[in-house]
Nanobody, 122 residues
Framework: EVQLVESGGGLVQAGGSLRLSCAASGFTFDDYAIGWFRQAPGKEREGVSCISSSRGSTYYADFVKGRFTISSDNPKNTVYLQMNSLKPEDTAVYYC???????????????WGQGTQVTVSS
């Protein structure tokens, strides 16, 4: 059974940090690009960051550049999103997704997690 399980969300004050984890199982992790997306209430889902299937390339949306870092621990089949200097506008449900053999996981990704809530208070 394919699973992507996000964890690490929570409530944090503005300026604080959180580290999200995306644990994968049921597919060949090394063959998939992994991405993080988020969706705030009343807004469209948007891409935040992704890492290529080779783990050699990363991408960040402009609104998180310099604050968020994506990384991968392939032996653990886990991708992390370190989020620093959090802002209230970062409040959203964060999802991870996996897309086969890509440079970046897109909205058409093959697999999706259930999401983890991140709330940043001002």
């Amino acid at each position: 059974e394919v699973q992507l399980v996000e964890s690490g969300g929570g409530l944090v004050q503005a300026g604080g940090s959180l580290r999200l984890s995306c644990a994968a199982s049921g597919f060949t992790f090394d063959d998939y690009a992994i991405g993080w997306f988020r969706q705030a209430p009343g807004k469209e889902r948007e891409g935040v960051s992704c890492i290529s299937s080779s783990r050699g390339s990363t991408y960040y949306a402009d609104f998180v550049k310099g604050r968020f870092t994506i990384s991968s621990d392939n032996p653990k089949n886990t991708v992390y999103l370190q989020m620093n200097s959090l802002k209230p506008e970062d409040t959203a449900v964060y999802y991870c997704a996996a897309e086969a053999r890509g440079l970046c996981a897109t909205a058409d990704s093959d697999y999706w997690g259930q999401g983890t809530q991140v709330t940043v208070s001002s």
